[in-house]
């Protein structure tokens, strides 16, 4: 049984910690410099770390890329959970088939004369990215013998763990702020949620949520407070990897609010190049909306500063995004860029996305696409590109209304005169 | 290059016709029988025929068994289109990748004694069943040098139809009655077709698309109608084998309206006895709504009468189902059963399984649960089940709202009063 595969090491002082005492004590911060505070990015952030020249000695380039892309458990030694013979153990096969991402997340979209694909995680388990973060938590709360999971969000992440914990037999608790949307609220009292609404805003409903899971024993999914919320997010650049046959394109494009899923993108890269698997780093461009642009405005001015949040993409909606530092890092030494778009951008990319790809992506998933046109529009990128779509547009229909579809209701006798009158122009 | 491995054959009068003599002709019912009247079941539908003595003499089922689920197009010979080497003709690599279907629909449920897997469509590209059939019939089209689609719908063959059109970069015409639900209507304007809404019923929607059709010479998607739409939806059929590595269920439990879904699991389950690769047929269980329950009344009485449907299930809501007669046999000839459900039923099947099992799925889709709930709570059901999950309650969110979500608003420190008092309850 392998259980001491991993350690802790922590994003800003560099202290290093066992699996062990991280786990077994439900520390989630570095307990050196780690620090929690309202209206800012979180301080001591873990990262996990495995034994690259182990696994390497262990399994090829070509053995690993066997795997199929969207079960990621399949190859544990490269995730923080104990197994044995390659298999995770406290698991059944039939629990994980539960869990099967989609297999063939990449196509190519017909855009520019450059190759333009789209990576869609709209049709996950619960239709967004942040099934990936909540499969590698559930998994480890089962390994520890938990089985109740909380987490506070403003609604794709509690609706995630709401649906992933249905699937497994365990209870949810996700507490939320007031001013969550609404079909976001359905979507995680629907999966049998036990649901917090806390009159306040996301800091407040986070800080009961920790308090509330200390003391209940709950295993805390709370987004970049958990490290594992980060490495689970890396599982995309593996399905990548794999399914583009063991190769990554030149340019990534991540949405970006909390700063967690380009984290767990460069994470995924950065451990593909420890492994002698990939000699050349993508660019990742971090794109946000100008009403929400914190991570992008760290990148370009080097300082944070606190601005209450405003777009219609409300899953990247983050005045102080918790994983501020590692994502800008994530951007500025991929030599990558931050893109800043406006909601209008955001709607029309999700128009062109929809109509013309039959893509259909919630406002925050079709910020990569808004940031792509707008690059490539300046023609100020190379090579082949990903974007990545992280959300289904129908976790959000309310957004598709603002498109302003026009209904012409009319008679069978009316459409004849009118499609006969416009045979030419069809 | 094969284009004679398949003919049509008329499901009522036995009529036999070559392929070319229908498709170059655009005939889709029976030339010689074939009738479509107002509020009645359509006479003269085609099937299409294979000679499966052919294809058993070219692929053994071991190998067969090597295809992965959700890409139909990869062994040609059995659907009704030309290929050369096993490879579709005048279609990409590219354009079909972004057809795939999930490749693994099936997960195990833990509901009863007796094992319960649920097939899983609600993750299609367009989340729901009918991409099986508007898959089908775009890549007719496209072999046939057309460009154009249109299809007659209630919601979900629309919004399907709309959004494979929109990945194959073809234009999609879609007539719809006055009263189609609000957010069914913004899918399939979403995915960028032109809507026609009729101030009519659906049959008045039916023939105008028809009428109109002709004219523009654009490919008809009406569902029934067009042998195509049945024969799509033969695949998942052989998905179900293909994932159960060379098996089949003992009962299979599908939601009805149409008919066309259950005609086509039936016919996939035909063809599988005649290559030899079964031996045992599924049961087939049609289940329907109280208000919507013409295939059932049927079956149990031999005459159809016209009712108007109502049923919270807009998706199996027929008042004359349109392939009636072939739905009725496929549950007659395998010893099969029609139930009813009630609309409370349903919605109490559809929060058990999103709620227990996580499985989001929308009135109609849950009503095959709705099936078996009622028919193993009388013990009345023996071996194994698979319960077909036909589209994601999300494109239908509003009759999630029925279920009366309790919204409890507070403030931190009241949260924490009431949590600490029900420490030992949770």
Known sequence: MMTDHYKYKCSDCGSEIASNEIENNQIYLCPKC????????????????????????????????????GKFWKYPYLWPLNFTDDKLDCISETQLNKL?????????????NNSVKIFDDSRNPTLSYKDRASI???????????????????????????????????????????????????????????LYVVNGDYDQAFDLCLEVSKKKNWYNRNTAFNPLTIEGKKSSVYDMFISMKGNLPENIFAPVGDGVIISGIYKGIKELLKLGWIEKVPKLFAVQSEGSSAVVDYIEGGKFEYKSANTIADSISAGAPRNLYMAAQAVISTNGKGLKVSDEEIISAQKVLCQKFGILAEPAAAASFAGYKKISENKDIQGDSILMITGNGLKDISSLKNWNHEVEIRTEKEWKAILNKKSFEI
């Open 136 to 194: 590698l938590v559930a998994l480890k709360a089962i390994q520890l013998g938990i089985t109740e999971i909380a987490a506070a969000s403003t609604g794709n992440a509690g609706s995630s763990l709401a649906g992933i914990c249905a699937r497994l037999g365990m209870q949810s608790h996700i507490f939320v702020p007031k001013n969550i949307p609404e079909s976001k609220r359905i979507q995680i009292q629907s999966f049998g949620a036990n």
């Open 100 to 112: 099967s991402l989609i297999e063939n997340p990449i196509s190519e979209i017909n855009y520019s």
């Open 34 to 69: 780690g620090k929690l505070e309202k209206n800012k990015p979180l301080v001591g952030v873990l990262e996990i770390v495995y034994d690259y020249e182990e696994i390497k000695s262990k399994i090829s380039k070509d053995n690993f890329l066997k795997n199929n892309a």
